[in-house]
């Protein structure tokens, strides 16, 4: 048995891949509350625990509120999110430096997560400016975060109704052995 197969999270990184499709499905309580876990499991600089997850249900309106300031009301083939059932919108604490980098390592605790129950997910950081522009507290209001945070990260979750293979990638590029 080769070492990689031996481990289910080493498993669960080589296999999880973007999902760009989903049923409408609803994820039950118990998957939310998994992947809600995973998310606060992830560490943080100096246990600071600063990253705050904002669950959404996909037919919320203020998702399609966030889609039209971002494409200006034009028509899309999907929204940001791929009609997924649920998005989870990740803020964090705006004066604090290693925010974006916390919000990045619990975003991909929870898609590793939903790898782990056989959801698809997908980060999604294209809303980014939307979310930090003119309407940034009116969006910050609406999804409930906490004062003084502002948006970082978001993903999607839901049943796979389309599926991709893992990217791949050139290690030799993109690793130096000194
Ligand atoms: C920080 C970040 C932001 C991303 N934003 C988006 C996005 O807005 N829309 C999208 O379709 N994919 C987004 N992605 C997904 C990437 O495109 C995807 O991870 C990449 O193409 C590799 O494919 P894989 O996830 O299937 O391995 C984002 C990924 C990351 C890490």
Redesign the pocket.
Known sequence: MKQEEKCGVIQAIAE???T?GYTQQALTEEELNVLIRAGLQAPTAANKQEVHITVVSGTDPILAEIHTAMTGGGQTPHN?Y?EAPTVMILSADAGFKWSALDA?IA??NIALAAHGLGLGS??????RDVMLGEKKEYFAQKLKFPEGYEFE?AVALGHKGTS????TFDEANNVSRI
Do not use: A, Q, T, W
């Open positions: 999880r891949s973007s760009r940001f791929y990045g975003v991909e997908l980060i999604i950081g294209c809303i990260i991709k293979e893992p990217h």
